[in-house]
């Protein structure tokens, strides 16, 4: 097998640490390939920085997709996934569905730990997207940006497990999903100290992906996720998509 993992922001020490990860929980003979965007935000944190990223990140799956087996969108918030599952020939799974679906399998409800509070609210949107709100105990944020989780993972990882335990002990989570795909290589330091089950979600894609496929399973094509219909478009011209 080989899966495209794909970073939606445009941080390269980021995308470069999760295909580590990716590779660390996949099995022997499934191949990694990580990549970012040629354009888009260095981190997400918002929901403009998520809607560019997901044109980006759709864009990019929609040329690179044929080449793979299957492809994985490496962003907590999941952009761009449904539209990306109606472009790919592939299946397409996203870090935060793979995670939020397991861990419904070793916990009644879950917790999502994830970034600045900022997060919460377009986390909260995601989660009923996927109709998982009953089993989402919370979202607890951190005072972490994206970009600090990379540059200092020690107070990361004390920041993380704080917000876990304040889950745990006053939301009722019974399992923590991380969330932010630049959490996932604290996730086993994080268990022992939380004591529940703590999901990466880049680990969760890459063994979903894989059950998937090894299912003979692809995606429907029957009304949600059919392929575009043929229509013109007008040409995108290249231009910065910061905001004024």
Known sequence: MRFLVINPNTTDAMTEDIGV???RYAREGTVIDELSP??????????????????ATVE????????YDGVIIA???DPGLFAAREVAPVPVVGIAEASMLM????????????????AVPLLEDMVRLHGLEARCASVRPTPLTVLEIEKDPASAEREIVKASKEAVANDG?????????GMGPLDKAVEPQ????????????????????????????????KEPEPKAYRERVDRAVQPA
């Not at 935000?41 to 997901?54: D, F, K, L, N, W």
């Open 21 to 23: 990860q990716a590779r």
């Open 38 to 55: 040629a354009w888009g935000p260095a981190s997400i944190e918002g929901h403009y920085e998520e809607y560019v990223a997901a044109a």
């Open 60 to 67: 990019t799956i929609k040329e690179r997709a044929p080449d």
């Open 75 to 77: 962003c907590y918030g």
């Open 103 to 118: 861990a419904c399998t070793v916990g009644h409800r879950f917790s999502i730990v994830t970034v600045l509070p900022r």
């Open 173 to 181: 989570a019974e399992a923590i999903c991380l969330g932010c795909a």
């Open 194 to 225: 939380v004591g529940v089950p703590v999901l990466d979600g880049v680990a969760c894609a890459v063994k979903m992906l894989e059950g998937i496929l090894d299912y003979g399973l692809q995606t429907s094509r029957v009304a949600a996720f």
